[in-house]
């Protein structure tokens, strides 16, 4: 498995406002995740954050409203730019197991946002 | 496009009673994982399957993949308050890397 750490682990945001998460890993990776989880629901991938490529988005989800960085095999940020109530939600970054089925994945703690 | 219905999405049991999570798809996974998530932390992987019709132990919780791996079982025998959380099924793609996430169950074991 791997350890990942994200930053901040929660935050309370004024709308209008954007807030950049990191996600930190301790082994490099081809590829990192990143994923929403609304109050009481399930997780949903926002996008897949490749190093040395933009990052590929899913349906819903854009660029501009969530822009991503993969500056090194072990770094990754995910921006919430222009925060409404709705995009309160927890953030989750996760990883592929590296020995394993690549599909396999392991998550972040998460970073819990409120917006205002 | 494909999805993961997970039932039930709420459970309350008694401690010692036994309980069993499905996932069921239409479509066929290359591998299914099972989550638990509690309050304020990140999901943690309990079992990855890959076989159809593979079963695999974990103390008291058993999980299955069905025979054309397009649906799963978690069967927790004796529940304990400590099996409190968020149980999530994800289909996975060999090809693309991405987990498809069923809707969740919320298991709640009253002591």
């Known amino acids: 498995s791997a350890v990942i750490s994200q930053k901040p682990s929660r935050d309370i945001c004024q709308r209008g406002t954007s807030l950049t998460i990191q996600c930190q890993v301790d082994s490099q990776v081809t590829m990192m995740f990143w994923y929403r989880q609304q109050p009481g629901q399930s997780l949903t991938l926002i996008a897949t954050?490749?190093?040395?490529?933009?990052?590929?988005?899913e349906s819903g989800f854009v660029i501009d409203k969530f822009p991503i960085s993969r500056p090194n095999l072990t770094f990754s940020t995910l921006t919430v730019s222009n925060m409404s109530p709705e995009d309160s939600s927890i953030y989750l970054c996760s990883v592929p197991d590296r020995t394993g089925l690549q599909e396999t994945q392991y998550f972040g703690p998460g970073t819990r946002l409120l917006v205002l | 496009t494909q999805l993961l219905e997970q039932s039930p999405q709420f459970l309350s049991i008694q401690e010692g009673e036994n309980l069993t999570v499905y996932c069921n798809s239409s479509?066929?996974?290359?591998?299914l994982q099972w989550y638990r998530q509690e309050p304020g932390e990140g999901p943690v992987l309990l079992v990855t399957v890959v076989t159809g019709g593979e079963v695999k132990k974990l103390k008291r919780l058993t999980f299955q993949f069905g025979d054309a791996r397009k649906d799963s079982s978690l069967h927790i025998t004796a529940a304990q308050p400590g099996d409190t959380g968020l149980y999530l099924c994800?289909?996975?793609?060999?090809?693309?890397?991405?987990?498809?996430f069923g809707q969740g169950t919320t298991l709640q074991v009253k002591p």
């Open positions: 994800a289909g996975g793609s060999s090809n693309t890397g991405k987990l498809i």
């Open positions: 954050a490749n190093q040395g490529s933009e990052a590929t988005y």
């Open positions: 479509s066929v996974f290359s591998s």
